[in-house]
């Protein structure tokens, strides 16, 4: 029992509900447009949830490898750090993971497409190949572009566009570039999990060289930044709702927002960067039900 424990903790299950976010909105938002397919919806979820936990078994195996999980680290011990897990055994877990999310994606790349649509099978084949790598590229080698800063591009990126315009696309297989505003605060907010974890460790990173985007900007400058960026995603989802409905269903995920707002304040004051670990399960959970509430909202 301790074993499999040890190894749910290196799977990080309080970032998972982040992750499924993106897949609820573009799933929302494609049956909103009479389009929606149960078996897209459950490898949608399984392929992201596949890509997470190989996410979270890269950054244990890569911070762990490079000395960044230490004494001085805040927050949860690591697997790799207290030696729970060996790094055989975590790559091992790495190639299992990539192995098992691969056949994921490319079952919902053929419910998807099936055998019509060539072109765009190989697009999200390769999509689901760079995510992968992305997953991988986090923590893990020399060029590991968490350790340079660019953590938050990638997350925004894949948390917010890939995740929720892809899989809006995978039920619709068009456009509709309107759905950019909610794929864009979705993509905030996962940023601001990030941004929030970078705070908490941020002495911590930068005594082991992680030049985080928070080691760059500094402690005050790095509250600033969170603060836009829930802001900003408060924003993008009340322009889109403005836009195509302006009914009082459509702004249901207000409410999600109070927790953040009650967040921000604590983050203003905050001295201790210990006291930021809870925040990141805040963060974390509200993005999660605002995207529920969005969903709800759009189909009520």
Same mark, same amino acid.
């Given at each position: ?85 060996? /790094? +055989?055994?975590?790559?091992? %877990?790495?190639? #299992? $993971?990539?192995?098992?999310? &691969? ?6 790349? *053929? ?90 460790? /941020? +002495?911590?990173?930068?005594? %082991?060289?992680? #030049? $985080?985007?928070?080691?760059? &900007? ?6 600033? *930044? ?75």
């Amino acid at each position: 029992m301790r074993r499999i424990s040890t190894w749910v903790s290196a799977a990080r299950l309080r970032t998972l509900p982040l992750s499924i976010s993106g897949i609820f909105v573009g799933s929302a938002l494609a049956a909103k447009a009479g389009n929606f397919n149960f078996s897209i919806f459950t490898l949608a979820l399984g392929t992201t949830l596949g890509l997470q936990i190989l996410s979270n078994f890269a950054n244990d195996y890569g911070d762990g490898i490079k000395g960044t999980d230490n004494h001085e680290r805040v927050g949860p011990q690591r697997a790799l750090q207290s030696g729970l897990i060996t /790094r +055989k055994e975590m790559l091992w %877990a790495i190639v #299992i $993971t990539v192995i098992a999310t &691969l056949i994921m994606a490319m079952l919902l790349i *053929y419910a998807s497409f099936g055998s019509k649509n060539i072109i765009a099978s190989v697009f999200f084949f390769i999509l689901g190949l760079v995510s992968i790598a992305a997953a991988i590229k986090y923590t893990v080698g020399n060029t590991a572009y968490g350790y340079r800063g660019m953590g938050d591009i990638f997350v925004f990126i894949f948390f917010g566009w890939v995740a929720v315009y892809g899989s809006y696309y995978l039920y619709q297989q068009d456009h509709a570039w309107i759905n950019l505003l909610p794929a864009t605060a979705i993509g905030l907010l996962s940023a601001a999990v990030l941004n929030i974890n970078n705070m908490r460790d /941020r +002495k911590s990173d930068k005594n %082991a060289g992680k #030049i $985080t985007l928070v080691v760059k &900007l500094g402690k005050e400058k790095a509250k600033t *930044y969170h603060y836009l960026l829930v802001v900003g995603a408060l924003f993008f989802l009340l322009i889109f709702s403005a836009m195509v409905s302006r009914e009082l269903n459509d702004f249901l995920y207000i409410f999600g927002f109070i927790p953040l707002i009650i967040h921000i304040f604590r983050v203003v004051k905050n001295e201790d960067p210990k006291e930021l670990d809870p925040e990141l399960k805040v963060v974390a959970l509200s993005t999660f039900f605002i995207s529920i509430l969005f969903a709800v909202g759009i189909l009520l």
